[in-house]
């Protein structure tokens, strides 16, 4: 049996985008020829990785994990919505989280070189995902996370696979899992009135200003108008200042100081936000199709 060099594992994941351990599988199955170890790979992966790898992933999933006062929450990324319900998308999904809390990687690279073997791939994360790439069909991708490794505690709340939030506070978890699930709800933009971005507040100043042009009135009467605009805005997106979803009599500030817990930050990842999703047009699809057909005719 011909020896399976490393130069040849690497050179056939090159050319097909599959797992490396896969392609160590296909070319000890072809005895080391190489285009024969392709056309395995082909047949068992169909050599889907490569090509998903351009495709928009929009949909996905944001899971979480939460070790002692360590927590991680990381949003990964597939093309449709079916694949959101796949027990091998969901199950890595949540074995990444679980590996962000173990390992505390710093960038998605020292993710994906981790050890971990699902389906049959392996020995890494990133081989897991490249190999359920090929399985599954779609491309898949891990967006973002959050690592939360300080000497403050945490919770999160899920709300279902699509909107997560983790919270970082002091006193009663109950108090803090109350705010995380506010958070999913009303998705403030900062903690304070002062800690809202610079940009959000211009960009809500401007839209005021243009508002208050419209009424003609007095120069002093438009900028108190524009100023109680951009007040009001600040009130909506703070989350100390929004009222409580669980009791709008009391703001979520009012809430927190009764249950003598604070609350230090928190992080919002809603699936997909910031991602321009690909609109099909299917009647220009068609016509594309009949057109294609009559020039082949």
Do not use: W
């Given at each position: 049996m011909a020896a399976i060099k490393a130069s040849m594992v690497a050179e056939l994941r090159a050319?097909?985008?599959?797992?490396?351990?896969?392609?160590?599988?296909?070319l000890t199955e072809a005895e080391g020829d190489m285009n024969k170890a392709e056309?395995?790979?082909?047949?068992?992966?169909?050599?889907?990785?490569?090509?998903?790898?351009s495709r928009v992933t929009a949909e996905g999933v944001v899971t979480s994990s939460i070790s002692g006062q360590v927590g991680a929450l990381l949003e990964v990324n597939c093309e449709t919505d079916f694949v959101t319900k796949s027990d091998s998308f969901l199950a890595m999904a949540q074995a990444a989280a679980q590996l962000i809390v173990q390992h505390k990687p710093?960038?998605?690279?020292?993710?994906?070189?981790?050890?971990?073997?699902?389906?049959?791939f392996g020995p890494t994360l990133e081989d897991v995902r490249k190999g359920l790439i090929g399985k599954i069909g779609e491309n898949m991708c891990f967006r973002r996370f959050k690592l939360f490794s300080g000497s403050t505690p945490v919770t999160s709340y899920l709300h279902g696979t699509r909107i997560g939030v983790m919270v970082e506070y002091i006193g009663a978890e109950v108090a803090a899992r109350d705010v995380a699930m506010h958070v999913a709800a009303m998705k403030p933009v900062a903690l304070t009135s002062a800690d809202v971005p610079v940009e959000f507040v211009e960009r809500e100043r401007s839209v005021a200003v243009a508002k208050a042009a419209e009424t003609n009135k007095p120069a002093d009467i438009i900028q108190k108008m524009v100023e109680g605009s951009v007040q009001k805005y600040l009130k909506e997106v703070s989350l100390f200042n929004q009222a409580f979803v669980k009791n709008d009599k009391q703001t979520v500030e009012q809430m927190l100081k009764a249950a003598n817990t604070s609350v230090k930050g928190f992080t919002l990842y809603i699936v997909g936000e910031g991602i321009e999703k690909k609109t099909d047009d299917f009647a220009a699809e068609v016509a594309a199709q009949v057109a294609a057909a009559k020039q082949s005719a």
């Amino acid at each position: 049996m011909a020896a399976i060099k490393a130069s040849m594992v690497a050179e056939l994941r090159a050319k097909t985008d599959a797992p490396m351990m896969e392609c160590k599988k296909a070319l000890t199955e072809a005895e080391g020829d190489m285009n024969k170890a392709e056309e395995i790979l082909r047949v068992k992966l169909g050599s889907k990785a490569g090509k998903a790898a351009s495709r928009v992933t929009a949909e996905g999933v944001v899971t979480s994990s939460i070790s002692g006062q360590v927590g991680a929450l990381l949003e990964v990324n597939c093309e449709t919505d079916f694949v959101t319900k796949s027990d091998s998308f969901l199950a890595m999904a949540q074995a990444a989280a679980q590996l962000i809390v173990q390992h505390k990687p710093a960038t998605f690279e020292a993710l994906g070189a981790l050890a971990y073997s699902q389906d049959g791939f392996g020995p890494t994360l990133e081989d897991v995902r490249k190999g359920l790439i090929g399985k599954i069909g779609e491309n898949m991708c891990f967006r973002r996370f959050k690592l939360f490794s300080g000497s403050t505690p945490v919770t999160s709340y899920l709300h279902g696979t699509r909107i997560g939030v983790m919270v970082e506070y002091i006193g009663a978890e109950v108090a803090a899992r109350d705010v995380a699930m506010h958070v999913a709800a009303m998705k403030p933009v900062a903690l304070t009135s002062a800690d809202v971005p610079v940009e959000f507040v211009e960009r809500e100043r401007s839209v005021a200003v243009a508002k208050a042009a419209e009424t003609n009135k007095p120069a002093d009467i438009i900028q108190k108008m524009v100023e109680g605009s951009v007040q009001k805005y600040l009130k909506e997106v703070s989350l100390f200042n929004q009222a409580f979803v669980k009791n709008d009599k009391q703001t979520v500030e009012q809430m927190l100081k009764a249950a003598n817990t604070s609350v230090k930050g928190f992080t919002l990842y809603i699936v997909g936000e910031g991602i321009e999703k690909k609109t099909d047009d299917f009647a220009a699809e068609v016509a594309a199709q009949v057109a294609a057909a009559k020039q082949s005719a």
